[in-house]
């Protein structure tokens, strides 16, 4: 059962929302302890000046900044008290704007917000931004740290998002790779096969498609050995040779989309009816055809044979 990691309230105007967060991604990973091969003991690690190696007692320990190559100034806790947020227990809602604004280069950690006592406000709120499509803006401190952060509204459900703040995100115009994208030129034929490329990769988003392989061979790995069967490693996958003519590769990539897709069971579907439409449609120009000449036959039949008569 998960835990709340933050209760509180949601502030906005003179209304009061009672909340709980939970957290909405939990990370999965491996992680591995440093041992001594020959007693199999856990690895410590020592506090030690780099000065002379020797271990430096807690209470000679002190928080210092780095001004300059080796140059530190030190803070005393004391010092830092008053600048620390007040551990208040409200998010306080300062605007509310609408969610194509945010670059999602900005998201951090995700939270379900949940509903405390008494739900109705939360409900109220929820649904007025999701009719809206408004995205609140706020303000709150949890763990002695004060955060910005995002509140969407999805399925009646809100969900908050811690932001990174605007000077924490770099200009990209410093990565001299990215700068030097304006120089380079590329054809409207290429344009054109790259997104015939994109529209045979489109899909709907499934995260299930999706897992981290790299833990799931790790851990079947440890169960093997743990077990203790006899584990082989699996051969290297030889690197491909990379194709360097750009259009060729694009050419190949829709060709191996298109067949990846005709071999999925809706992709070969959509084919065989788009295939038994063609084959209606043509069949039906031939008959159609022969219905016309049929009637032309006829009307040249019945005019030979009023000749006929007015002769006789």
């Known amino acids: 059962m998960p835990r709340p990691v933050w209760t ?4 906005f105007g003179l209304v009061a929302i009672p909340v709980k967060l939970f957290h909405a991604v939990r990370r999965q990973s491996v992680s591995f302890n440093q041992l001594d091969d020959r007693t199999m003991s856990r690895i410590k690690y020592r506090k030690v000046s780099a000065l ?4 430096v007692p807690d209470d000679h320990i002190v928080k210092g900044y780095e001004v300059s190559k080796d140059r530190y100034i030190v803070v005393d ?7 620390i947020p007040a551990a208040t227990k409200t998010v306080d809602l300062e605007e509310f704007v609408d969610l194509e604004e945010i670059d999602p280069v900005f998201y951090d950690n995700a939270y379900y917000v949940a509903p405390g006592s008494n ?7 929820a649904r007025a931004m999701e009719e809206s499509n408004k995205v609140a803006i706020g303000r709150f401190v949890m763990r002695n740290k004060q955060y910005t952060a995002a509140i969407r509204a999805e399925e009646g459900r809100l969900i908050m998002s811690t932001l990174a703040y605007a ?3 770099l200009d990209p115009a410093t990565i001299d790779e990215l700068a030097e994208l304006d120089d380079v030129t590329v054809s409207k034929k290429e344009v054109a096969m790259a997104e015939s490329l994109v529209a045979s990769l489109s899909a709907a ?11 799931e061979q790790v851990l079947d790995l440890i169960e093997i050995k743990a077990s203790g069967e006899a584990f082989e490693l699996p051969e290297a996958e030889v690197e ?4 360097v003519d750009l259009m060729a590769a694009l050419e190949a990539s829709v060709a191996k989309a298109k067949e990846a897709r005709g071999r999925h069971p809706s992709g070969a579907k959509k084919a065989s009816a788009e295939k038994s439409a063609a084959k209606k449609s043509a069949g039906s120009k031939p008959t159609a055809k022969k219905a016309a000449a049929k009637k032309s036959a006829a ?4 005019a030979k044979k009023s000749a006929a008569k007015k002769s006789a």
């Open 8 to 11: 509180g309230t949601i502030s």
């Open 52 to 55: 002379d190696g020797e271990e």
């Open 77 to 83: 806790p004391d010092e830092l008290e008053p600048f």
């Open 119 to 125: 739900p109705k406000p939360y409900v109220l709120l």
């Open 167 to 169: 000077d924490e995100v």
């Open 205 to 215: 988003f499934e995260p299930e498609k999706y897992r981290d392989e790299y833990r």
């Open 240 to 243: 491909k040779p990379k194709v």
């Open 299 to 302: 009307k040249k039949a019945a």
